[in-house]
């Protein structure tokens, strides 16, 4: 069964240090996004990009946080500097059609651990 | 703006009993999708089962079922003959619609649910 896959699965950086995150959705999939958990917290969302732009971002995804699709699997999330408060679980998520025509199932990755120091 | 909320931050259930795990929204579109998810401690997300807010029957699948009441704007989770591996956080989420055909997820606090043998 096709699935959502993220790495690395734990990320330990120094705070000032530039992370990337990389997913890669499923492969006929067209709409991804990014998600956030802080620790004992919901998961925010972050971020949807489709047709290699972004369709809608969050408050918190400010100037710090970027996101790529640099080809045609990888989908990546850059924080330029990282902050002890970015210290989170962060999920990649992809659904395959027209949001509003279906259900739309999110299907998520299994996640990075991300460890701010 | 939507909301979901679940007012359960935990519970506990006997194993083979059946459980309800609560969920409420508030949303002013006419079509929405209600979502749950489990988080198990290993921290990945796996979608459990989804209801159209045009859907005419409740949602069922396996041990899982939902119970939508509408005009109460509840989404009830409901697992049937409990297992110890159904423990975890369940998450309740809403798809709100944004503009340009997008979407998003908007994510409960959750309910830690404990099976005990």
């Known amino acids: 069964e096709p699935e959502v896959t993220q790495t690395p699965s734990h990320q330990v950086t120094q705070m000032g240090q530039e992370v990337i995150l990389r997913c890669v959705p499923i492969?006929?999939?067209?709409?991804f996004y990014w998600y956030r958990q802080i620790l004992g917290q919901k998961v925010e969302f972050l971020v949807s990009?489709?047709?290699?732009?972004?369709?809608?971002k969050s408050e918190i995804f400010d100037d710090q946080f970027s996101v790529e699709r640099p080809d045609g699997s990888n989908f990546t999330l850059k924080i330029r500097s990282t902050k002890l408060e970015d210290s989170a679980m962060y999920f990649c998520a992809s659904t395959r059609g027209a949001p509003l025509t279906n259900h739309n199932e999110q299907f998520f990755g299994p996640g990075t651990r991300l460890t701010v120091l | 703006a939507q909301k979901i909320t679940q007012t359960q931050p935990g519970m506990f259930v006997q194993e083979k009993e059946a459980v309800t795990l609560d969920c409420t929204y508030d949303?002013?579109?006419?079509?929405?999708?209600l979502f749950w998810y489990k988080q198990p401690s290993s921290g990945e997300m796996i979608f459990l089962i989804y209801?159209?807010?045009?859907?005419?029957q409740n949602a069922t699948e396996g041990r899982y079922s939902l119970n939508f009441q509408k005009a109460r704007k509840s989404a009830n989770l409901v697992i049937s003959a409990s297992q110890l591996g159904d423990s975890a956080m369940y998450f309740c989420a809403m798809r709100e619609n944004l503009s340009g055909g997008y979407n998003k997820l908007i994510f409960g606090a959750g309910t830690r649910l404990a099976v005990h043998p």
């Open positions: 209801q159209g807010s045009y859907d005419e």
């Open positions: 949303t002013s579109d006419q079509s929405y999708g």
């Open positions: 990009f489709y047709n290699n732009e972004i369709s809608e």
């Open positions: 492969s006929n999939h067209l709409y």
